[in-house]
């Protein structure tokens, strides 16, 4: 099968992936820059990292290739396309078999070409079991195993130390039980190209029970919107623990302001909505430069909402430690002030209510009770933040205002694009905030 031939398939199925950057958009050029033999025979599994250009960008792409001579039934979703010498071509990360090549090989500590497969020191792991893919993930893939392991293929690779196998690491061999504890990595030079950790097969994503408790009779979900605040505080701690802290001086106050001005006029020239918002956000974002407060900085989550929260026997475990995928690494490990994560949490609670008075326009008990259960789960998750030992989120009203705005502003860019419906969402959370409030 000739590169061409493959980059052609690869060109017309990239852009139908969820976690394809390019929004749709058409590929110009596909460069296979790498192409590893990971299992002979039919079917077969070959390890790619193609460059995809679209317009003037170009983005790296990690692939996992299943080739044989007839693809099951079950595998049908998988298809790629049909190679020249007869076999399909389809993605091999669906493929319970050829999913265990990457479990067998970083059981055995294998090395393949330019990739190699490590295990967390003492880690013992059990190359026998069954696997399956997870539904699709916006910039990645999850692979579960037996009940024990879920592996994250990264199908965007960056070069450099990865944030999600960097902190898990860091934080459990402390002895923290807010992460989910990385049980081995592949890898080609400094890129990480899966990460292997533990599974909590019992687990249910704070997403979900927030949308359940919505329609429970009582519709409350404070006390555990208190007990994620004193879990986000701890995890906090330990970072500081972990990679220490500093203070952001009065010119990375001036800096800041700068940054989210002018991702305020590039979001405005995408999002023709916002502009009835400027003078409002861009005056609550000159108020930082007046802060008389030093604004800590430290490494951070990233990308916080409930989606990254698991509910389990033994309480929340924190997950998915990337931060923004299209992001670059370095920024994404760069200190940055911890209330972040806190306007992404609470953003998140506005999202789980509006979006199911979103989906259910008949509801009208639902419509009455979502502002209410919004205000009280925002209240008891900056309490326990509080409580636990962080400076209270309430107490840092400018910055926390700030950090909302940008973060309602990238949601509306993002909505724009993909979830037009939804914008009404991150437009409600910019007027609330610009009218003096933090919800």
């Given at each position: 099968m000739g590169n061409g031939s493959l980059g052609e398939m690869l060109a017309a199925w990239l852009p139908t992936r969820r976690w394809f950057a390019g929004s749709g958009a058409t590929v110009r050029e596909i460069v296979i820059r790498s192409d590893v033999r990971l299992a002979d025979g039919d079917p077969e599994l070959r390890h790619l990292l193609a460059d995809a250009s679209v317009g003037d960008h170009t983005v790296s792409y990690q692939i996992?290739?299943?080739?044989?001579?007839q693809l099951p039934p079950e595998l049908e979703p998988a298809r790629i396309g049909a190679c020249a010498d007869g076999r399909v071509a389809y993605d091999g990360t669906m493929d319970p078999d050829l999913a265990l090549v990457l479990l067998q090989g970083i059981a055995a500590g294998r090395s393949?070409?330019?990739?190699?497969?490590?295990?967390?020191?003492?880690?013992?792991?059990?190359?026998?079991?069954?696997?399956?893919?997870?539904?699709?993930?916006?910039?990645n893939t999850a692979i579960v195993f037996g009940d024990r392991a879920i592996m994250k293929v990264l199908r965007r690779p960056f070069e450099g130390r990865h944030p999600d196998l960097e902190i898990p690491a860091a934080l459990a061999s402390a002895g923290s039980r807010l992460v989910?504890?990385?049980l081995g990595?592949?890898?080609t030079g400094d890129t990480i190209l899966a990460i292997l950790s533990r599974f909590y097969p019992h687990a249910t994503d704070a997403w979900k029970l927030a949308i359940a408790s919505l329609h429970a009779p009582e519709a409350d979900f404070a006390a555990q919107a208190n007990s994620l605040g004193q879990a986000t505080a701890r995890l906090h701690a330990e970072l500081t623990s972990a990679f220490g802290a500093s203070?952001?001086?009065?010119?990375?106050?001036?800096e800041l302001t700068a940054n989210l001005?002018?991702?305020?006029?590039?979001?405005?020239?995408?999002?023709?909505?916002?502009a009835s918002y400027r003078d409002a956000v861009l005056a609550s974002y000159a108020e930082l430069g007046r802060l008389g407060t030093p604004v800590q900085i430290q490494r951070i989550h990233g990308d916080y909402h409930l989606?990254?929260?698991?509910?389990t026997e033994d309480g929340w475990v924190i997950l998915d430690f990337e931060g923004e995928p299209s992001v670059p690494l370095a920024r994404r490990r760069a200190f940055a002030p911890p209330l972040r994560d806190v306007a992404g949490m609470l953003r998140s609670f506005d999202y789980a209510a509006r979006h199911q008075?979103?989906?259910h326009p008949e509801d009208d008990r639902l419509r009455s009770i979502a502002p209410g259960w919004v205000a009280r789960c925002q209240d008891a998750f900056n309490a326990g933040y509080g409580q636990a030992g962080g400076i209270d989120p309430r107490e840092n009203a400018v910055l926390l205002r700030a950090l909302i705005l940008q973060k309602a502003v990238y949601e509306a860019v993002y909505e724009a694009r993909h979830r037009p419906r939804w914008l009404p969402i991150p437009l409600h959370a910019i007027a609330s905030a610009v009218d003096g409030g933090t919800r």
């Open positions: 996992l290739l299943g080739l044989t001579a393949a070409g330019p990739l190699t497969f490590a295990s967390e020191p003492g880690t013992v792991i059990d190359a026998a079991l069954t696997a399956r893919a997870l539904p699709p993930l916006q910039s989910a504890a990385p990595w592949i890898e203070t952001l001086p009065a010119p990375g106050l001036d001005t002018a991702e305020f006029n590039a979001a405005a020239k995408i999002v023709t909505e916002l989606e990254q929260v698991l509910g008075v979103l989906e």
